[in-house]
């Protein structure tokens, strides 16, 4: 049996999807989308269930990703039944979804959620006489305690099995209304589309010129004149002339023409037909929903007061920002100090074996310095990152992290950006792995890639870590407070120019307005954090793993070979050679540029290459960084820094951009937009220097 899960946002969806599934989950993207696709097996009387948690949506339209998964998943892959999540405390704006998926499914069972908040703010719903208004199965769940989420489940079953659909309520249109759509179902049901699609909904849809019906269509229709059957006309390696389809006349395009010279436009049909939903939902209202006391403030009107306050909300914010960082990057230290010292130990005991069987030299150091040093180097991050996302999953599901979208949602509008980036790129700092997967939260795919794209030009903990040692060893003392905020400005100042450049370059025709909903307060779950956290945490590592193996194989034989040769002649000295080109005009040698390369697997490498480079050991970044005052002037290191802070994110982040892009140009022209700018910004700053009369 297949059952759908679908909801608004911040409904209890994934409370109830944990609670059913555990940990028999599939987690992934949506064929060709960034959205992401949560899919579970459960198993009950003999039987197995594929329970799949449809992204949350407001409604049916094809005006987002989520829209279009959540519909075309019911109309494509005709779930046995829909488990419709519904907000007791928000019913009249979650049943405009509900409406929209009875006009689709005639097997729904809706979930009655959040009864104890409704019942708080003083709102009453009879369960037994909103079934009798909608002709649906409706079940009471408290989800955040667990109650009657079985009894959701074996109600949903019950459904599935029967012979015959149920018979839900039809919304009534006015009368002109009504006639508009039955000259269009007249017309449709004569087409071959009739039997592929709900009637109603197809004529609804006909006459709002929905996008991805008249798409679909002119494809499918372009194709058959070439005598391809459907199937065919979507196989991938179809080639299809977007041009023509222009011309493709379809159903129902003469009768749309005399309704448009009528006054009827595509926005006139919407907004009727939302309307006409929402009159009906007010006219059924008062026959299950009792609201006493509805001017009583609640307990989220009452921290609101405090949270979106512009006078107090910007430092509750970066209150809870701190303590988020200040748990996943020092709280989690000695945890990624015990990972990196069981890597060593694990490497040591691993070479001793093989200097103990006679292995050949060479393939102990491939294994200490090659794989466990770049492998090691990574995973000693990974404490912090699953920290960072289970505060993440917390105040996602606590409702703090909407407040957070909104408050930032003033910045963001100066760079073009939607409110939702915010958070995105104050991850950054803490790594920019995570920054970059939080683009999730954004809606329009092109606010999100642009998002991805500026998140690595924010410096992550490894890189602020190198930068701190070496601004201590030029700039001692108060200097180095003024030169580390200099950067900071710069980069904050590079991130809104890059935002408003990227605006222009992915050419987004139209702004995505800011709206969003501000859900109530309550505590998240411990399943409800810990689950995601795993699933994210557990992406990262094996995203991220293959690659970084590689590439630490990679430096470690660039650096290794010729054997028995100095290091400025092996590959990697060779390398530095072929660059030094680059680095000349920014006052650069060749060890800065091999460093700069062999950062890429993962910054925090760049201070242990320097050590082995410059001759200094790699067991105190602050002698290394002081071993460079010999080879560098100030204003040198200062265009280091510069360079260091911009130039392309490490491997990890790069790999993370990829697959959550779907794009290997869009990925490519960020790592080259990156290189480029922070070279041209190191020879600014260099010779800007250099003007001025520094040396």
């Not at 409704?118 to 002709?135: D, Y």
């Not at 100042?493 to 969003?516: P, Y």
């Not at 790592?671 to 800007?688: D, E, K, P, R, T």
Request: with cysteine; net charge neutral; glycine share 8%.
């Amino acid at each position: 049996m297949k059952i759908a899960l679908v909801g608004n946002p911040n409904v209890g969806k994934s409370t109830v999807f944990n609670a059913l599934t555990g940990s028999n989950q599939q987690v992934g993207n949506w064929a060709g989308k960034t959205v992401e696709r949560k899919s579970g097996l459960i198993q009950r009387a003999n039987q197995e269930i594929e329970l799949i948690d449809l992204p949350g949506t407001y409604s049916l339209t094809a005006y987002s990703q989520e829209e279009i998964i959540t519909r075309e998943y019911i109309l494509r892959e005709k779930p046995d039944v829909v488990m419709a999540m519904v907000d007791a405390s928000n019913i009249e704006r979650n049943l405009y979804l509900v409406l929209q998926i009875l006009e689709l499914s005639p097997r729904v069972v809706i979930g009655l959620n959040m009864l104890d908040l409704a019942q708080t703010a003083g709102i009453t719903i009879r369960t037994s006489e909103l079934a009798a208004a909608l002709n649906v199965p409706v079940v009471e769940i408290v989800a955040a305690k667990g109650k009657g989420i079985e009894e959701f489940l074996t109600e949903a079953i019950r459904v599935g099995e029967l012979e015959q659909d149920l018979s839900p309520v039809e919304v009534s249109y006015p009368k002109e209304l009504e006639q508009k759509i039955q000259a269009m179902e007249d017309l449709l049901a004569k087409t071959k589309w009739a039997t592929r699609y709900p009637m109603r909904w197809l004529a609804l849809k006909r006459l709002e010129r929905d996008p991805e019906i008249g798409q679909e269509w002119k494809i499918s229709t372009s194709q058959s004149r070439k005598s391809k059957s459907k199937d065919s006309c979507c196989d991938p390696g179809d080639v299809v002339n977007y041009e023509l389809l222009e011309t493709v006349v379809l159903p129902g395009d003469d009768l749309l023409q005399t309704y448009e010279a009528e006054g009827w436009s595509k926005d006139h049909f919407e907004m009727a037909f939302a309307d006409a939903k929402y009159k009906y939902i007010s006219h059924i209202l008062p026959r299950f929903r009792t609201h006493e006391n509805p001017a009583k403030p609640t307990w989220t009107d009452l921290l609101d007061r405090w949270v979106l306050s512009p006078i107090w909300g910007y430092p509750i914010m970066f209150a809870v920002l701190a303590v988020v960082f200040w748990g996943s990057f020092v709280a989690s230290a000695p945890i990624g100090d015990a990972v990196s010292q069981g890597m060593a130990w694990t490497a040591d005991v691993l070479v001793g074996l093989l200097r103990w069987g006679h292995v050949p030299d060479f393939v102990q150091s491939l294994v200490r310095d090659g794989i466990f040093a770049g492998v090691g180097a990574v995973l000693a991050f990974v404490p912090q990152i699953a920290i960072f996302f289970a505060f993440f999953s917390f105040m996602q599901d606590s409702g703090y992290l909407a407040r957070a979208a909104f408050l930032g949602d003033r910045f963001m509008q100066l760079m073009g950006l939607h409110g939702k980036s915010f958070f995105s790129l104050v991850s950054g700092f803490g790594c920019n792995v995570p920054g970059i997967m939080a683009t999730r939260t954004l809606e329009d795919p092109k606010d999100r890639l642009i998002t991805m794209l500026i998140n690595p030009l924010i410096p992550c903990v490894p890189r602020l870590g190198v930068m701190s040692a070496v601004v201590a060893a030029f700039f001692p003392g108060s200097r180095g407070s003024v030169v580390m905020l200099s950067l900071l400005f710069l980069s904050m100042i590079l991130v809104m120019f890059s935002a408003l450049f990227l605006r222009r370059v992915v050419k987004q025709t139209e702004r995505s307005a800011f709206v969003m909903e501000l859900p109530l307060y309550h505590i998240p779950t411990m399943r409800n954090v810990l689950i995601p956290t795993w699933h994210k945490t557990y992406s990262f590592l094996k995203r991220a793993w293959t690659f970084i193996l590689v590439a630490s194989i990679v430096v470690w034989v660039l650096s290794s070979y010729p054997q028995g040769v100095p290091m400025n002649e092996t590959w990697a000295g060779d390398m530095g050679g072929w660059l030094s080109f680059i680095g000349r005009p920014l006052g650069f040698d060749w060890r800065i540029m091999v460093a700069i390369v062999f950062g890429f697997t993962a910054k925090e490498t760049t201070l242990s290459t320097l050590g082995i480079l410059y001759g200094v050991a790699a067991d105190a970044s602050q002698s290394i960084a002081q071993a460079m005052t010999g080879a560098m002037t100030p204003l040198r290191a200062f265009t280091f820094l510069v360079v260091y802070m911009l130039y392309i994110p490490c491997l990890a982040s790069v790999v993370t951009t990829y697959k959550e892009s779907g794009s290997l140009g869009w990925t490519s022209f960020g790592v080259a937009y990156n290189l480029i700018l922070s070279f041209v910004m190191g020879w600014i700053v260099f010779h800007g220097g250099m003007l001025l009369g520094f040396q």
